[in-house]
């Protein structure tokens, strides 16, 4: 997500009363440095009702064309 790496698990109980979701990224506090690399417990926020019925998670067209590479269609 913006060029950070997430690790999310899944499988976890719906916890309603709850905003967010908890997730792990990885940071490095300084580019050419693997030294300054850690990784951090951060919360995302839950999409709401409305968001959540009217999102689409679909494939762009990149996404697709390597998809269709990898299954030989």
Not at 39 to 59: C, I, M, P, Q, W
Request: a positive charge; aromatic letters at 10%; glycine letters at 6%.
């Amino acid at each position: 997500m913006n060029g950070e790496r997430l690790l999310r698990f899944t499988g976890q109980p719906p916890t309603p009363a709850i905003n967010f979701n908890v997730v792990y990224t990885q940071i490095r506090w300084e580019a050419n440095n693997p030294d300054s690399q850690w990784v951090y417990r951060a919360h995302e926020l839950k999409a709401d009702f409305n968001s959540r019925l009217s999102g689409t998670d679909r494939l762009n067209a990149v996404a697709w064309n390597a998809m269709k590479a990898k299954l030989g269609l």
